[in-house]
């Protein structure tokens, strides 16, 4: 009795050492929700309040013009090709880092990361000395009439780059933590490689695929700074979203940029959305995991 009294008086006493004092907790809470309200929702709160200032009708209007039409479209277009690539890729990458030991793994994860320590813009001056009239394959572009650089192949190219990241990033942890027990007994069992991975691995990580995905596409339609230095700024051809408001903002037609601004502002919401929505699922998924493991 003695030893479990001492041992439950110095579990509390422990406790009550990492417990902050009740100022402490308030005053970090107060910090906290005064940089998430000025940062993040108050701007936020601004940009629709200026979109819709002029009314609905200069609202639809700007929303509905040639040019903003095209910067959708090509955005779509740039997403639609760059988050299936990326999809196959980080699959590919995770399933060979978690999977797998071989040599230069670490040279692997260390290319997947690059695209973090890279700013865009220099991404974007990459390809144009790749690219460009006097790049690397400038010249041989230019004998065969290809074009590139300025035109919708480079914002495909810097968009991906760019966002090679995320999808591996988000499945290399989660497969670790998986391990390789499930697949090595389905392939005991005589399953094939394609068997195992759509029975057995795909189905374990469907919501990290899903979260990844989301926000690869989220970086894919908002980036900036590697497409504005390949796509020439031609307008109603190579402007996406984020470049056609930037275009209108420098052009004093505030309206208009607060409009097209606002679909990026609601593109943001959803993926927050969606966001929270395969967290709570994985969540879910992994205390299932977790009880049926203890039973």
């Known amino acids: 009795m003695n030893i479990n009294a001492n041992a439950l008086a110095k579990k509390l006493q422990s406790r009550d050492a990492t417990r902050e004092p009740t100022w402490v907790r308030i005053t970090l809470l107060v910090i906290a929700l005064i940089f998430f309200l000025s940062c993040l929702i108050l701007p936020l709160i601004l940009v629709f309040v200026e979109a819709f200032k002029q009314g609905m009708n200069v609202y639809f209007n700007a929303l509905v013009q040639p040019d903003t ?71 041989w572009l230019l004998d065969h009439d290809i074009k590139i650089l300025y035109a919708i192949p480079a914002i495909v190219i810097a968009t991906i780059f760019i966002t090679v990241p995320f999808v591996a990033r988000e499945l290399i942890p989660l497969m670790e933590a998986q391990g390789t027990e499930e697949e090595e007994a389905a392939i005991v069992l005589g399953a094939s490689g394609w068997q195992t991975f759509w029975k057995v691995t795909l189905p374990n990580i469907k919501w990290g695929l899903i979260y990844g995905v989301i926000l690869c596409n989220a970086r894919a339609m908002g ?15 190579t402007n996406t979203l984020p ?11 505030f309206s208009a940029a607060f409009a097209v ?32 493991t203890v039973s």
């Open 261 to 292: 601004s606002s679909l990026l502002a609601f593109l943001a919401i959803i993926t927050l959305i969606l966001k929270t929505w395969v967290e709570a699922r994985q969540e879910k998924q992994d205390q299932r995991n977790e009880d049926s």
């Open 223 to 237: 980036e900036f700074g590697a497409v504005s230095v390949v796509s020439g700024h031609i307008r109603g051809e």
């Open 243 to 253: 470049l056609y408001v930037e275009i209108l903002y420098n052009e004093y037609t």
């Open 69 to 139: 039409l095209s910067a959708v479209k090509l955005t779509l277009l740039t997403a639609a090709i760059a988050v299936p690539l990326n999809v196959v890729f980080g699959v590919a990458a995770a399933w060979a880092v978690a999977k797998f030991n071989f040599r230069g793994k670490s040279i692997l994860t260390t290319i997947i990361d690059l695209p973090f320590a890279v700013s865009p813009v220099i991404a974007g001056l990459m390809l144009v000395l790749i690219f460009g009239t006097q790049g690397w394959f400038g010249g």
